[in-house]
C-alpha cells in the first residue's frame, strides 16, 4: 500500500474488555514497530518484529499485551483485560531495511494510528 | 531520568521569525537524532536526521548537534502558520541496534500570523 494503515481509528472498551489493533504496513517493509502515545507525551517504544520474528518485546507494559507478525507483513496488537491506563493512541511504523540503519537513514513512517478508550 | 528532554512549551513566534527547540538526552553513546513534526491528532512525520556534530540544513529547517553537550536542536526559518505543530525529538540510543527510538514528550510551537 501507499502507507501504513491502521485499523481500527477509533476504539472505545469497556474495562476488562479484549482489544485486537491492527497494522498493515508498507509493503515489501521489513520492519514493523508498534509505539504507544498517552496524551501530551511522546511515542512510547513497545515492540520490535523483523519480518515475522519478534525480535524485542522489552517495551510492552504487562504480559497482558501481546504481538504477532505471523507472514511478515500485517501485525496485530492485542491487549487482555484491558485497564484504564491502556488508553492511549497506538502507533504502528514501519521501515524498508532491518532496524535502523547506522546513520538513520533507514526511517520509519508512521501510521495514523488507532486510539483506544478504556471506560 | 527521561532519556530524552525537551521543553513542552508551548513555544509561540510570530509569521516569519526562526523558532528554536531544543533537546537534551542521557545516554552519551546515542548515535542517531531524529526531529519529528505531529500535528494535532496525526500521525509523526519526520522531518529531518543528524548522526554528526555540528548543522545539517535542509531547506528552512537546520538541525544542530553537540554530543559533547548531548544537545541537539532545530531551527525553522521564516516560520509559517503551518508550522504549527508539536515537534518531537527523538535518540537512537548505543545499544539500540534495533532501531528502538526514546522519544521527548514534543515541543509545542504555535506561528501567529
Known amino acids: 500500500g501507499a502507507g501504513v494503515s491502521q485499523s481500527p481509528r477509533y476504539k472505545v472498551a469497556k474495562r476488562g474488555q479484549d482489544v485486537a489493533l491492527r497494522c498493515d504496513p508498507i509493503?515489501?517493509?521489513?520492519?514493523l514497530f508498534w509505539y504507544q502515545q498517552a496524551l501530551g507525551q511522546g511515542p512510547e517504544f513497545l515492540t520490535y518484529?523483523?519480518?515475522?520474528?519478534?525480535?524485542?518485546k522489552s517495551g510492552l507494559p504487562s504480559d497482558r499485551f501481546f504481538a504477532e507478525r505471523p507472514e511478515g507483513s500485517v501485525s496485530t496488537l492485542k491487549i487482555q483485560r484491558t485497564q484504564q491506563e491502556d488508553s492511549a493512541v497506538y502507533l504502528c511504523?514501519?521501515?524498508?531495511?532491518?532496524?535502523?540503519?547506522?546513520?538513520?537513514?533507514?526511517?520509519?513512517?508512521f501510521g495514523a494510528g488507532s486510539r483506544l478508550t478504556v471506560l | 531520568q527521561k532519556e530524552v528532554e525537551q521543553n513542552s512549551g508551548p513555544l509561540s513566534v510570530p509569521e516569519g521569525a526562526i523558532a528554536s527547540l531544543n533537546c537534551t538526552y542521557s545516554?552519551?553513546?546515542?548515535?542517531?537524532f531524529f526531529w519529528y513534526r505531529q500535528y494535532s491528532g496525526k500521525s509523526p512525520e519526520l522531518i529531518m536526521f543528524?548522526?554528526?556534530?555540528g548543522d545539517k540544513e535542509d531547506g528552512r529547517f537546520t538541525a544542530q548537534l553537540n554530543k559533547a553537550s548531548q544537545y541537539v536542536s532545530l531551527l525553522i526559518r521564516d516560520s509559517q502558520p503551518s508550522d504549527s505543530a508539536t515537534y518531537l525529538c527523538?535518540?537512537?540510543?548505543?545499544?539500540?541496534?534495533?532501531?528502538?527510538?526514546?522519544f521527548g514528550r514534543g515541543t509545542q510551537l504555535t506561528v501567529w500570523p
Open positions: 511504523a514501519s521501515s524498508p531495511l532491518p532496524g535502523l540503519g547506522p546513520s538513520g537513514a533507514n526511517v520509519l513512517t
Open positions: 509493503s515489501g517493509h521489513v520492519s
Open positions: 518484529f523483523q519480518n515475522e520474528a519478534q525480535l524485542d
Open positions: 545516554d552519551r553513546g546515542s548515535q542517531s
Open positions: 543528524i548522526y554528526s556534530n
Open positions: 527523538a535518540v537512537k540510543g548505543r545499544g539500540s541496534t534495533l532501531g528502538r527510538l526514546y
